[in-house]
């Protein structure tokens, strides 16, 4: 079956501009997570969606990162007035979510990589 | 908030060798998940382990839950050029619902 699909693959964007990633997770998975990572680093937690629940958005670097989760599906990660250090892969990844001591896997996606100029 | 370490950062290991990686929690974990991150590559799921002091294996790939619940490690015997990697160990809280990763292990094989 499809598995988690981002878009773009790549963004290259001027210095001050919005910029919109959109992932698509795979169907049925209740929880979605973005994670930022930069060249030889580590998963930089962003944001975390489960089912209706309030998002936990205490990764979130700025107030220039926003997420949305609509129809608990589609998920798009927006950036404003973007700067150089936001240059990184972002990526999203979803699961089935948890059931009591047991966490479902989670499936990553290809990620987006953006290149701020 | 709860953390999650691991070391080392980064394990240079002569092929054939055996290594082990470590995962440490500031907090009692409910399970704990193993991912392998080929160079270019993103994150894949290796296993998880959910009972105090499980041990897992997969071929050459060991994994311990630690007793207490706050540790993990991965140990590789006879490393081979195909471990390259960053491995990443990512826990959940017992009263939380979201994992979160630790840093990862970079593995370079020499051959």
């Known amino acids: 079956g499809a598995g988690v699909s981002q878009s773009p693959s790549n963004k290259v964007t001027e210095k001050g501009k919005d910029v919109e990633l959109r992932c698509d997770p795979i169907s049925g998975h209740t929880a979605l997570y973005w994670y930022r990572q930069s060249l030889g680093q580590g998963l930089e937690f962003l944001i975390y969606?489960?089912?209706?629940?309030?998002?936990?958005k205490s990764g979130l670097p700025s107030d220039r990162f926003s997420a949305e989760r609509t129809g608990g599906s589609v998920s798009t990660l927006t950036i404003q007035r973007t700067q150089q250090e936001d240059s990184a892969v972002y990526l999203c990844?979803?699961?089935?979510?948890?059931?009591?001591?047991?966490?479902?896997?989670?499936?990553f996606g290809p990620g987006t990589r953006l290149t701020v100029t | 908030g709860q953390q999650v370490m691991q070391i080392p950062q980064y394990q240079h290991v002569q092929e054939g060798e055996d290594f082990t990686t470590y995962c440490n929690s500031s907090?009692?974990?409910?399970?704990i998940q193993w991912y392998k991150q080929r160079p270019g590559g993103h994150p894949v799921f290796l296993i998880q382990?959910?009972?105090?002091?499980e041990v897992k294996k997969q071929k050459r790939l060991t994994f311990q839950f630690g007793e207490a619940k706050k540790n993990s490690s991965l140990h590789i015997t006879a490393t081979q050029t195909t471990d390259v990697g960053t491995y990443f160990c990512?826990?959940?809280?017992?009263?939380?619902?979201?994992?979160?990763f630790g840093g990862g292990t970079r593995v370079l094989v020499k051959p």
């Open positions: 969606f489960q089912g209706n629940s309030a998002p936990d």
């Open positions: 990844a979803s699961s089935l979510g948890r059931d009591r001591g047991f966490s479902y896997e989670q499936y």
């Open positions: 907090t009692t974990l409910s399970n």
């Open positions: 990512a826990g959940r809280r017992a009263a939380g619902n979201k994992l979160t």
């Open positions: 382990l959910v009972k105090s002091g």
